[in-house]
């Protein structure tokens, strides 16, 4: 074992095994397993039963380095209809873990296997893409190790950052989704922004509060790779590394120019990685996750040798920064698009109804058509927010790179989820590559689920 795969496991959340192999499931070689299974966290001194995507060794998520194959077996041991969708890597279509766009969901006591290069290499992350399962924390972290990585030998911490309620997901949205709620929680005032539909009782990091935050042993010296992944249903948080400073490494798990700040923004969906140099004056490290608009927070702790960890309050002293894309014009792709016209530029609304709950996002001014492109073009998305949330956008089965943030010109990052702010164009472009029918949709599940959903179609597919 090197020291660096070692790291990684200290930094793993692990949890006991419950299952047996279900009789008639081979393990073929090579193959990695995921259960989709209950499992009990603890909340503030409550025991909470919820999902989990965890492989019989209790490890939660994956890991593979990159070059491996993604083969994998997900068995659905819960009582539900369930799946994994792979946000972030980019398999043929049917691998997409998307129900009834790439394949049918996984029923009670069936399985489906997946085997595909595990490609692009960066952070990634798996989650259901059924219902409102991802509220239930059904997420795991999937890592990808990039060569440069291993090779570096730093240690590596992998965060999920999730949003909690006691409440059951369909309880929230149907809670939403009350005649004249949504038209009431809805802000028509420029200034002063929506941030957020719905009161969370806890943020989790690695499934804990700051109540009893996970403490990683890092060295006194040296480097440690934070991998972050904001898992949450519907909260955009900003990472706050304090007094401390941090190297933006990769967003979305794509790598760009590096990036020195103590607070980077981290919206639904997205993953960064941030290098953090320990200083050698035997201080612990808090890395907190600070909610939108909100006091409460979640993190973990650094800890070199001897170091004192001082208790973090579950709420900050004031409100999370709203997050937007001040950072994001910065960023440079260290690895962008090839230099190549845009052949086909498809303009999507980002709207939404003051006369209830709903959301839509019509692509050339058509409600619930679908994007359509074909084989070996440059297509851009341009993106119009004309409601007052902010929206993460996803695509799937692509990485896109961030080209224009209103009418300013970018050869910004390359990314799989772009925050999209009120009253704001965004122009993303990708190149068509991987045949098929995706999921393309607002990453905030309420919005989602309301709506906020089509799909990029291949013309001639096969
Ligand atoms: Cu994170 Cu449609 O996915
Ligand atoms: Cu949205």
Redesign the pocket.
Same mark, same amino acid.
């Given at each position: 074992m090197t020291p660096s795969r070692r790291s990684l496991l200290l930094g793993a959340t692990t949890l006991a095994a419950a299952h047996a192999l279900a009789p008639g499931i081979a393990q073929a070689a090579g193959q990695r397993i995921l259960r989709l299974q209950t499992r009990q966290i603890d909340v503030g001194g409550r025991a909470a039963t919820r999902y989990g995507a965890v492989q019989p060794s209790g490890a939660v998520g994956l890991t593979l380095d990159e070059g491996d194959l993604f083969d994998v077996r997900v068995e659905n041991t819960l009582k539900v209809t369930s799946g994994l969708h792979w946000h972030g890597l980019n398999p043929p279509w049917q691998q997409d873990g998307v129900p009834y766009i790439s394949g049918p969901p996984i029923a009670p006591a069936q399985s489906a296997a997946y085997k595909f290069p595990a490609r692009p290499a960066g952070t990634r992350w798996m989650h259901s893409h059924f219902g409102l399962q991802e509220q239930d924390l059904l997420a795991a972290p999937l890592i990808v190790r990039e060569t440069e990585a291993i090779r570096s030998g730093r240690q590596e911490v992998v965060v999920l950052f999730e949003d909690f309620s006691w409440s059951p997901p369909e309880s929230l949205f149907e809670n939403l989704r009350r005649p004249m709620k949504g038209a009431m929680t809805m802000s028509m005032d420029p200034a002063n922004p929506d941030l957020n539909d719905i009161d969370y009782d806890a943020y989790l990091a690695n499934d804990r509060t700051l109540a009893d935050p996970q403490v990683v042993d890092v060295e006194r010296t040296g480097e440690v790779r934070l991998r972050l992944i904001n898992g949450s249903a519907s909260t955009n948080f900003t990472i706050d590394l304090g007094a401390d400073e941090g190297t933006l490494l990769s967003v979305d798990g794509n790598p760009v120019e590096p990036l020195k700040a103590s607070l980077f923004p981290l919206a639904i969906a997205q993953r960064i990685d941030i290098l953090v140099r320990l200083l050698g004056d035997g201080r612990a490290v808090p890395v907190l996750a600070r909610g939108e608009g909100r006091r409460l927070q979640a993190g973990i702790v650094l800890r070199p040798p001897g170091a004192a960890v001082a208790k973090i309050p579950l709420e900050g002293a004031t409100d999370g920064p709203v997050v937007g894309l001040k950072q994001e014009i910065l960023l440079r792709a260290t690895r962008p698009l090839a230099a190549k016209p845009v052949d086909r530029s498809i303009p999507v609304v980002?709207a939404?109804s003051m006369m209830g709950y709903t959301?839509s996002m019509p692509v050339h001014d058509m409600t619930g058509a679908p994007a359509t492109v074909a084989r070996g073009e440059r297509v851009e998305l341009v993106m119009r927010n004309e409601?007052m !949330?902010?929206?993460? !956008?996803h695509l799937h089965g692509h990485s896109f790179q961030v080209t224009e943030i209103n009418d300013r010109k970018l050869a910004g990052a390359m990314r799989d989820c772009i925050l999209v702010p009120p009253r704001t164009t965004v122009k993303v472009a990708f190149d068509a590559d991987n045949p098929g029918i995706w999921a393309y949709h607002? %990453?905030?599940l309420? %919005? !989602?689920a309301a709506g !906020?959903f089509t799909t990029l179609v291949y013309r001639d597919f096969a």
């Open positions: 980002l939404g959301w409601t !949330m902010a929206h993460p !956008m607002c %990453h905030n309420y %919005h !989602m !906020m």
